[in-house]
């Protein structure tokens, strides 16, 4: 029997203030360690598949919503914009290179992206087998999608029009798999990759109905430019912005042989000198919209923070009402065993032995609270994982310690430390003999 | 060998205690007989180092116990001096055996399962080594308290009223352990009590 059991002892001897104090700390630790890990995952993601791409250009719309479609796949198009219009950019000498993409069609969920190998290349992309598409119809698939789907080289599938499953499916044009990607721990592993071509060539023969086209103008797409795009364009863009989809849909039927469209194209700049002229330059005289990822994701996180911080006060406030309980545990129980510290004190024990041992109690709490809330954060993040990999097909990849839950730790322990100086303090003072002789 | 001289004590102006001295060689016992507030527990306090006297001196084994700083005195009260108070207390989280295995720490002894049964046996408590002490008897607490007072072999007993709480029977088995397991020890018994049903089980007696 030592003082470190004794600690461990007299916790577990007071079982409901005990839990009490745990179930304050895990919530408290849980929930920040919950949304720094989520936020951190979140923020690696997007920074991850930014990479080398300076502006993205695309039609006319909410600059988030096309950020969010061009980069990261998560969001529906705002809509396509002419390849010739795109390619003339890409003459400009501030522009070092640009990533044509076609986009809104899937398969089973994972989006099909009409593209040329300048697009994986971005992403460091091995091919783990076969090879990658040199022909229309060919196409290479991400790990994730393979794994996910069963995928094979050699395998057949045709596409559905949309990005939701279940969409009309384009029956005459089979893809066939002609390469699986590697991890890259980036968008492209979700995505199924092929050449350009064949995003034209389905469209081209596909008799577009008027039901496709609901289909491909979600709802939720139009909610968002509404409630975002004024922010950013100028209010006269709004009527353009209405009509944009219908307006677009028409060209189709009516411009197809004579224009060919992307949807978007991944701009790298030659110098940062690019940065200040050419958003500005597309935006004001072009029918497309530039917008650069970087200042959109801040923008992005910059909303999602308010809810974050909130988050983290109500956490907060948790963890400092847990050090209350502690202390009031410490507290109560010291006034209890009072003559068991005196009883310690004339069977040897000193001062100091008895501060440490109070001392301990308080740290021990709070450390098994900062490790069931690290536990709690590790369950959470995995079911959040999970949710996102059903919604989003985005998996978080690495359980990694993130340094702010070192501060997490400090301050747990800060706490314990803070609840049990006051009953450390009383224990030090203590008077044997009164406390004995008053019994 | 232990022995007080002229000690004396005051908690305030009104109240202040002169002790008769005391000398008692190994293995002698004393019975010291008061009425209430005669300062019974006070001198029980400043013989085991609890309280610093006014003036006067405590002397255990040629060791003065109030020239010890605060925390050499509380080992070695812990070491040399086994203490029976009038109610008894244990640490309340632990089981008997580890109460005692505590005591044997706090000594700075290392732990000795032999002697924890040892003692517990001579007490009649043996099989109540796993038990929570308060869910013993009172008889049995009293004689668990023993068992905390003698585990280290102390060269000193003190008790406090150990009987004033026990019927007669009790009573008189308390004292008779209390000698024995003194004079198994070796240790200088001095029982400080109000307790009249005593004086027929010590020669050795004073009163203040």
Sequence with gaps: ?439 | MFKTQSLFFTYNQQTAFRFPDIELAAGENLLVLGESGIGKTTLLHLMAGLLRPKSGSVELMGTVLHDLSSARLDSFRGKHIGLVFQRPYFVQALSLQENLALVQFLAGKSRDKNRIKEVLNSLGIGHKLQEKPHRLSQGEQQRAAIALAVINSPQLILADEPTSSLDDKNCSKVAILLKEQASATGAQLIIITHDQRLKDQFQNAITL
């Design chain 1, 1 to 439: 029997m030592n003082i470190f059991r004794l600690s461990l002892r007299n916790m577990t001897s007071r079982p409901l203030s005990t839990t009490l104090s745990l179930v304050l700390l895990t919530l408290g630790v849980g929930m920040i360690a919950l949304l720094l890990q989520v936020s951190r995952h979140i923020q690696e993601q997007m920074e991850n598949n930014i990479r080398e791409i300076d502006m993205v250009v695309g039609a006319k719309g909410s600059p988030l919503q096309l950020i969010l479609s061009a980069v990261y796949h998560i969001d529906a198009p705002t809509g396509n914009i002419s390849l010739q219009e795109a390619e003339q950019l890409q003459k400009n000498r501030l522009v070092e290179s640009g990533i044509p993409l076609s986009y809104g069609d899937s398969y089973k969920g994972y989006r099909i992206v009409g593209t040329n190998h300048q697009y994986p290349a971005l992403y460091e992309a091995t091919v783990a087998n076969g090879r990658l598409w040199q022909k229309s119809f060919e196409v290479a698939i991400g790990a994730t999608v393979a794994k996910n789907l069963s995928l094979k080289i050699g395998d057949t599938f045709t596409g559905a029009h949309g990005l939701a499953e279940g969409g009309e499916t384009h029956e005459d044009h089979a893809y066939q798999i002609v390469g699986i990607l590697g991890y890259s721990n980036s968008v492209l592993d979700q995505l199924i990759l092929t050449a350009t071509e064949s995003v034209w060539e389905v469209h081209h023969h596909e008799d577009h109905e008027e039901s496709a086209h609901e289909d491909h103008d979600e709802s939720a797409h139009e909610d968002h430019e509404e409630s975002t795009h004024e922010d950013h364009e100028k209010s006269a863009h709004e009527d353009h912005e209405e009509s944009a989809h219908g307006d677009h849909e028409e060209e189709m039927h009516e411009a197809h042989d004579e224009s060919k469209e992307i949807t978007a194209m991944l701009v790298k700049f030659r110098n940062p000198m690019a940065m200040v002229q050419l958003p500005r330059l597309v935006n004001e005289n072009t029918n497309m919209q530039a917008a650069v990822p970087a200042y959109e994701i801040s923008r992005l996180f910059s909303l999602m923070g308010v809810g974050v911080d909130t988050l983290s006060t109500i956490a907060l406030v948790i963890m400092a009402v847990s050090g209350l309980s502690v202390f009031i545990s410490l507290y109560n129980a010291l006034k209890d065993r009072q003559y068991e510290m005196a009883l310690m004190r004339t069977y040897g024990a000193t001062r100091w032995q008895l501060v440490w041992l109070v001392l301990q109690e308080g740290l021990l709490l709070t450390l098994a609270g900062f490790l069931l809330g690290i536990l709690f954060s590790r369950l959470g993040l995995w079911l959040v994982s999970g949710l996102m990999k059903a919604s989003y097909h985005y998996e978080f990849s690495g359980w990694a310690w993130v340094p702010e839950e070192g501060w997490l730790l400090a301050i747990a322990l800060a706490i314990g430390l803070l609840a049990s100086l006051l009953p450390a303090i009383r224990v030090f003072r203590i008077n044997i003999s009164k406390t004995l002789a008053d019994a």
